[in-house]
């Protein structure tokens, strides 16, 4: 079974991008649940944040971070994500599920709630943001190797860079090298390294308040 949910707010709002992974795996499962912030300002941080910190600390004993994920990665990451490789079926059917629930509450109350951006510089920066975390899925996804395992590489292919993102370009937006420039090689391609810096977060690196700690 494979997973991919993820919801793009319209960049009039600054919302987070909520997205939802789940993949059985031979022997367990891989999950990564997240409400990431393109633009995060102080007033979602003391609203909303809070309250995913919150569940996040309820569940992380059942959850416990899933092992090493690079430091490019993180950035696309928020302070509560749950990431997480359970063996335990039973787990994925409560604890996983229910923290599901409550993170994707979180997120359509602040839906609900959400005023519509009128800078146009702001909506600008967001615009920004979110291409910047679409090129980033599109070309480093952290779930490509699994997902082409699985099926192929000819679908992953298909699947993550037609289906679920696209790095558009054109009309003003970047492209992935133009975000990215470390990943460039001599000869100007995109380089299949999963990480340039070389680093790997292999516990949480944010402390329970999400703040960083590396």
């Not at 920066?125 to 952290?142: A, F, I, S, T």
């Not at 949480?204 to 960083?212: E, L, M, N, T, Y």
Request: glycine residues 6%; proline residues 6%.
């Amino acid at each position: 079974m494979v997973l991919n949910y993820i919801v793009f707010p319209r960049v009039e709002y600054n919302l987070p991008i909520f997205s939802a992974d789940i993949v059985t795996l031979p022997r367990g499962y891989l999950a990564i649940i997240d409400a990431y912030h393109v633009v995060e300002t102080e007033e979602y941080s003391n609203k909303y944040m809070r309250r995913y910190l919150d569940v996040l600390a309820k569940f992380e004993k059942e959850l416990p971070w899933g092992g090493a994920l690079t430091a490019e990665t993180t950035n696309f990451l928020s302070p509560a994500v749950i990431w997480t490789r359970p063996e335990d079926e039973e787990v994925m059917k409560t604890a996983l599920f229910s923290a599901f629930k409550e993170y994707f509450d979180i997120f359509m109350d602040a839906v609900e709630h959400a005023q519509r951006v009128t800078d146009p510089d702001e909506v600008s920066r967001l615009q920004d943001g979110q291409n910047k975390y679409v090129c980033w899925r599109d070309v480093k996804d952290p779930g490509r190797p699994v997902i082409s395992k699985l099926f192929g590489s000819a679908f992953c292919e298909e699947y993550i860079s037609n289906f679920l993102f696209r790095c558009e370009e054109g009309q003003g937006r970047k492209t992935f090298l133009e975000y990215f420039p470390q990943y460039a090689t001599a000869s100007g391609e995109v380089a299949s390294r999963r990480s340039m810096i070389g680093k790997a977060y292999p516990t949480r690196p944010w402390d329970r308040h999400g703040r960083w700690i590396g």
